[in-house]
């Protein structure tokens, strides 16, 4: 069992920034981590994954605005959000994969006022 736990959303207004962490248990052959947005009426839709060897892919209309980044001396997994959009608002969620299994945490609640 991997445990990720999400944390940094909250509710700002069109064009502020925010900073999700996820911490992860550290050490785990995982193939790779990234970040998750469930936004209301919608499918879970990919933000941006970081791979094991650091190639990184973004979602639609994310790169240019968000960052992930996941440093090696920290157990922490980040994504850093700029010029938010009322379009970005849902729930964020982090998920690693391990030996063929998808780890997910409980999600951060992000809100985005025009």
């Known amino acids: 069992q991997v445990q990720l736990v999400e944390s940094g959303g909250g509710s700002v207004q069109a064009g502020d920034s925010l900073r999700l962490s996820c911490s992860h248990p550290?050490?785990?052959?995982?193939?790779?981590m990234g970040w998750y947005q469930k936004a209301p009426g919608k499918q879970r839709e990919l933000v941006a994954f970081?791979?094991?060897?650091?190639?990184?892919i973004y979602g639609i209309a994310r790169e240019g605005r968000f960052t992930i980044s996941r440093p090696n001396a920290e157990n922490t997994m980040y994504l850093q959000m700029n010029s938010l959009k009322p379009a970005d608002t849902g729930v964020y969620y982090c998920?690693?994969?391990?030996?063929?299994?998808?780890?997910w945490g409980q999600g951060t609640q992000v809100t985005v006022a025009s």
């Open positions: 550290g050490n785990i052959a995982s193939s790779g």
């Open positions: 998920k690693t994969r391990v030996a063929g299994q998808d780890y």
């Open positions: 970081m791979y094991s060897g650091g190639a990184v």
